[in-house]
């Protein structure tokens, strides 16, 4: 059997924990600009719109906005029927990294796009 110490998914050497039949993280990278289906349906926009979508493609890319995403799908939204004293309240509590992508997402302007 081949000896598999050293190696891992990070550029061949092992890692710390030893895992070795994964992928590295999905973060870090151009949504836009790694999507050569995307980049070729926009190539009839203007230079600026392109520049747009790529800002956006690396911001949405981003380690953080992964990181948010996994939050906000970690902590689902918790339905709030009754208050303390038992009256009506029929209300959603959503956790902060929802309410922090639903802000980029309006400030990216992305409800206008369909």
Do not use: C
Not at 27 to 41: K, M, Q, R, T, V
Not at 54 to 66: I, K, R, T, Y
Not at 67 to 85: C, F, Q, V
């Amino acid at each position: 059997m081949a000896d598999m110490s050293n190696f891992s998914t990070k550029g061949g050497m092992a890692s710390d924990d030893g895992v070795v039949n994964q992928t590295p993280p999905f973060a870090g990278i151009n949504l836009f600009g790694s999507n050569p289906a995307l980049e070729d349906a926009a190539r009839n926009l203007s230079g600026a719109e392109r520049s747009r979508l790529s800002q956006l493609g690396a911001q949405w890319g981003s380690a953080e906005f992964f990181e948010l995403g996994y939050l906000a799908n970690t902590h689902e939204p918790k339905l709030l029927t009754h208050d303390a004293r038992g009256a009506r309240k029929d209300a959603v509590e959503f956790h902060p990294t929802y309410h922090r992508l639903m802000q980029a997402g309006m400030e990216a302007q992305i409800h206008n796009l369909t």
